[in-house]
Nanobody, 111 residues
Framework: QVQLVESGGGLVQAGGSLRLSCAAS????????VAWHRQAPGNQRELVAL???????HYVDSVKGRFTISTDNAKNTVYLQMNSLKPEDTAVYYC?????WGQGTQVTVSS
């Protein structure tokens, strides 16, 4: 059973930064697209960012220019660097690969 474990969430002031990490129990990130999703209260889950095995990245419009997704295959880890955070970024963030999902990490941005 593949496990994905997120870390790095927390409480931050508007304008601040956080880096989320997601560690996989195997080498699954080397062969598949990896993505970050988020879900805020009252909202549907939305795709935030993804990265392909070829290194192509895609972002939801609301985070373009502020968030960066990257992988470190040697460490079986994917990252989401979040800068210039806004209160509307508050959500539970999940990393995903194929049909595997992490447990989520809470990000709260205060005004």
């Amino acid at each position: 059973q593949v496990q994905l474990v997120e870390s790095g969430g927390g409480l931050v002031q508007a304008g601040g930064s956080l880096r989320l990490s997601c560690a996989a129990s195997g080498t699954i990130f080397r062969s598949n697209t990896v993505a970050w999703h988020r879900q805020a209260p009252g909202n549907q889950r939305e795709l935030v960012a993804l990265i392909t095995t070829g290194g192509s990245t895609h972002y939801v419009d609301s985070v373009k220019g502020r968030f960066t997704i990257s992988t470190d295959n040697a460490k079986n880890t994917v990252y989401l660097q979040m800068n210039s955070l806004k209160p509307e970024d508050t959500a539970v963030y999940y990393c995903t690969c194929i049909y595997y999902w992490g447990q989520g990490t809470q990000v709260t941005v205060s005004s």
